[in-house]
């Protein structure tokens, strides 16, 4: 049973363009979470979606930052006009039921965004 | 608001001894805690999961516990080997929250 997949593992843009990171959950897995870790940081919570609903995006910048978990396919976090700030890894992971039915989370290898 | 702290942000110890790392909280107590282990350059992997209800749980060399009086959860790996060298991660939830809220991380050095 393949673990949480996400790809690609490293990704550079300049500044400006957009970057989209991919996220497959594990199999049987309909809940899927975004974090971002910045060097020397905590692992921040950004979003969690279900199958076509974003449930809690406390955690999302305002702008320029948006997910979304289609019907069929990976869950997507796409950054609009990425700046040096953005760089950091980010990381998804996904649950069998919500975080808040004591499920724990199975976390990807995560995404290495580099902005130069 | 909430917060949660790891102590240390290093530690370093002996082979066959007990790493002892803490996770502290501030305010309502969580409705359970999470302890990672992540690698450099890796995802965090689950450890183990403590609910409010529950003072201690245990897998293999591993026991975490939970003070809610101390707010609290302390993590100890028995017999540390120098394989257990990585960053450990507390996180916790509160009752009916979607998102898990983690620390800082505690960076543990095994020595042989």
């Known amino acids: 049973n393949a673990g949480v997949m996400q790809n690609p593992r490293h990704l550079v843009r300049r500044r400006g363009q957009e970057a989209r990171l991919r996220c497959s959950p594990m199999k049987g897995h309909s809940h899927v979470y975004w974090y971002r870790q910045l060097p020397e940081e905590g692992l921040k919570f950004m979003v969690y979606?279900?199958?076509?609903?974003?449930?809690?995006e406390s955690g999302m910048p305002k702008e320029r930052f948006s997910a979304e978990f289609p019907k069929e396919g990976p869950s997507i976090l796409r950054i609009q006009q990425v700046v040096r700030g953005d760089s950091a890894a980010y990381f998804c992971?996904?649950?069998?039921?919500?975080?808040?039915?004591?499920?724990?989370?199975?976390f990807g290898p995560g995404t290495r965004l580099t902005v130069l | 608001s909430q917060k949660i702290e790891q102590n240390s942000e290093a530690l370093n110890i002996q082979e066959g001894k007990t790493a002892t790392l803490t996770c502290n909280y501030t305010?309502?107590?969580?409705?359970?805690l999470q302890w990672y282990r992540q690698d450099p350059g890796r995802g965090p992997v689950f450890l183990l999961l403590?609910?409010?209800?529950?003072k201690e749980k245990r897998k293999e060399r591993l026991k975490v516990t939970f003070d809610t009086t101390l707010k609290q959860s302390l993590f100890h790996i028995t017999a540390s080997q120098p394989a257990d060298s990585a960053t450990y991660l507390c996180?916790?939830?509160?009752?009916?929250?979607?998102?898990?809220?983690f620390g800082k991380g505690t960076k543990l050095s095994v020595i042989p």
């Open positions: 979606l279900q199958k076509e609903n974003i449930i809690d």
């Open positions: 996180g916790y939830s509160g009752a009916g929250s979607y998102q898990l809220t």
């Open positions: 403590i609910r409010e209800n529950e």
């Open positions: 992971a996904s649950s069998l039921a919500p975080v808040s039915s004591y499920n724990e989370q199975f």
């Open positions: 305010n309502y107590s969580p409705a359970y």
